[in-house]
Every structure is written in C-alpha cells, then in structure tokens.
C-alpha cells in the first residue's frame, strides 16, 4: 500500500512524518530549509495549541514551533508505525 503525502498540520500528536515536499519560495523557504525542514528529514510532531496554531515539531532533536499557515506547505509521508 502506497503512503500518503500529508501537510504537516494534519499529521497527529507523536507520529513521525518523512518530509518529502515544500511548496513555500523566497524567503520562508530559505528559513524552513535553515531550521532543518529539509526534504527526507524526519520530524515528530509534539504537540499542537489547543486551537491547533501553533504546532511544535522535532526537527533535528530541536523543538520548533510553525503556525498552522507555514505547517501546512510542508508534505510528508507518516513513517514506522505511524503508518495510517
């Protein structure tokens, strides 16, 4: 079964995502690639704000928090057992 490309702000609490994608240019691009959102790094999502904007990533065994409008540019494939 083929894995599912999905934005990182619809990934669940404590799965790992595969980022395969980033569709954001210019300058934001440069700061997600500069944090470590690089295509076949793997991020673990650790926890979402209530209202789910911000959301807190490990990137790099480094927590970075991205609002939902800059997550949801970022695709990636669950990883493991986090395979849906």
Do not use: W
């Amino acid at each position: 079964m083929p894995s599912i490309s999905v934005p990182l702000s619809d990934a669940l609490i404590g799965s790992h995502i595969c980022l395969d994608r980033i569709d954001v240019q210019g300058i934001l691009r440069r700061r997600l690639l500069d944090l470590g959102f690089v295509p076949g790094n793997i991020v673990e999502v650790m926890q979402k704000s209530p209202l789910g904007d911000p959301i807190a990533f490990r990137v790099n065994n480094t927590i970075i928090a991205l609002r939902k409008e800059e997550s949801s540019l970022i695709f990636g494939e669950y990883v493991g057992s986090d395979e849906k």
